[in-house]
């Protein structure tokens, strides 16, 4: 069954230093999201994606936040310049259907940020 | 804009025996749907049952079932026959059916504990 991948799964980075999360969303899926979750708090939406644009994006997705989908198939979160608050687990998802169900976001396996 | 609520920060259950979590959530909306996700210790985010506002028929899924209040805007699950597998944290998620990127509101979740 087809799944959302992301890579690294963990990553541990000096403050002011850039990173880039990268996924792979389900192939015939056509929105795409960034989550965080805090350490021991729920999660947060960051940005959705479709159409090659951002459709929406929360309070939390500044100007050191950006995405971009490069190749038609990953799909990248760059943090510009990081800071210790941003030391959370970073969650990628894809919405639409999967071995013929409903029409639903499915969450990848998350990469742990580390700011140092 | 969307809030959810679960007021239960933790709970435990004996396994083999039945469990609800509680959730509660607010919209002027009147379609949307309604997610449980659980998060087991590898924190990987699993999609475990969907409601669609507009269909009075609760969602099952196996031993997983829920009990959809639309009026009251409560939506609770049932976990029936617990297993020690099903000890995670569990959130509820709100989503808009149209006119935005359909993004996951979730609440703060809920740690659950399967005891043999």
Redesign the interface.
């Given at each position: 069954e087809p799944e959302v991948t992301q890579t690294p799964s963990h990553q541990v980075t000096q403050m002011g230093q850039e990173v880039i999360l990268r996924c792979v969303p389900i192939s015939n899926h056509l929105y795409f999201y960034w989550y965080r979750q805090i350490l021991g708090q729920k999660v947060e939406f960051l940005v959705s994606f479709y159409n090659n644009e951002i459709s929406e994006k929360s309070e939390i997705f500044d100007d050191q936040f950006s995405v971009e989908r490069p190749d038609g198939s990953n799909f990248t979160l760059k943090i510009r310049s990081t800071k210790l608050e941003d030391s959370a687990m970073y969650f990628c998802a894809s919405r639409g259907r999967r071995a013929g169900g409903r029409e639903t976001q499915y969450f990848g396996p998350g990469t742990r940020l580390l700011v140092l | 804009a969307q809030t959810v609520t679960q007021s239960q920060p933790e709970m435990s259950v004996q396994e083999a025996e039945t469990v609800t979590l509680s959730c509660t959530y607010d919209t002027s909306e009147n379609n949307y749907?309604l997610?449980w996700?659980k998060q087991p210790p590898?924190?990987?985010?699993?999609?475990v049952i969907?409601q669609e506002a507009y269909k009075q028929q609760n969602a099952t899924e196996n031993r997983f079932s829920v009990n959809f209040q639309k009026a009251a805007k409560s939506f609770s699950l049932k976990i029936s026959d617990s297993q020690l597998g099903d000890t995670a944290m569990y959130?509820c998620?709100f989503?808009r059916t149209q006119g935005?990127?359909?993004?996951?509101?979730?609440?703060?979740?809920t740690k659950l504990t399967v005891n043999p």
């Open positions: - | 749907y997610f996700y590898s924190r990987q985010m699993i999609l969907r959130f998620a989503s935005g990127s359909e993004k996951l509101v979730f609440g703060k979740g």
